[in-house]
């Protein structure tokens, strides 16, 4: 059990990294269409060796969460976002107490432009990270809470407040924080 716990960890450190990667770009990036995304994953999921090697492997093993967040990642990888939150969910069940799959949820959620989902799963997150947990996931719980002042800030101004003074809190550089702080308190 013990060796798990550090597979996952690793895991996790990977998958931030790749995510942070992936997550900027997601952040930054305008899509065309549904019809492009739709093509795309068509194809993907048509000619993508990895996503089908490790659904053999989910499929002789269904609770081997190293492999099922290899997978979501690959879905990731690929913008097929109803399949990676479907995958990530899968993990959610199985370590319903590992945040990062709700942060990956959320993530997924968002670039699928499904804003509500998202906020959810970025509560959920936030609500999962266990305080021994805080100091590493400093740069992501201060993106949640960007995220749901930025989503609060038309129907409840305080609300926004308190997330977005958390957010700095974990991150005091991120400008786009700082200029939303300003933005609700003026």
């Known amino acids: ?17 790749v995510g942070g990667v992936s997550f900027v770009n997601a952040q930054t990036t305008q899509t065309d269409s549904t019809q492009s995304t739709a093509n795309t994953v068509a194809t993907t999921q048509q000619s993508n060796p ?11 093993n269904p609770k081997d969460t190293e492999s099922l967040a290899k997978l979501a990642t690959a879905y990731q990888e690929a913008s097929d976002w109803t399949n990676a939150v479907a995958t990530w969910k899968k993990i959610s069940v199985l370590l319903p107490d590992w945040a990062p799959s709700y942060y990956s949820q959320a993530y997924a959620y968002q670039s699928a432009k499904d804003d509500a989902n998202a906020k959810i799963a970025y509560e959920k997150y936030i609500a999962t990270v266990k305080p021994e947990e805080v100091e590493q996931n400093k740069k992501n719980l201060a993106y949640a809470y960007f ?3 930025f989503t609060e800030q038309q ?3 305080n609300k ?7 957010s700095i809190q974990y991150d005091p550089t991120n400008q786009d924080a ?9």
Do not use: C, R, W
């Open 160 to 166: 926004a407040k308190e997330h977005i003074a958390k």
């Open 155 to 157: 129907n409840d101004p």
């Open 178 to 186: 700082i200029k939303l702080s300003k933005t609700l308190n003026s």
């Open 50 to 60: 990895t996503i089908e090697t490790l659904k053999k492997q989910i499929a002789t």
């Open 1 to 17: 059990m013990k060796m798990a716990t550090v597979n996952i960890k690793n895991l996790f450190l990977g998958l931030i990294l």
């Open 147 to 149: 995220y749901l002042a």
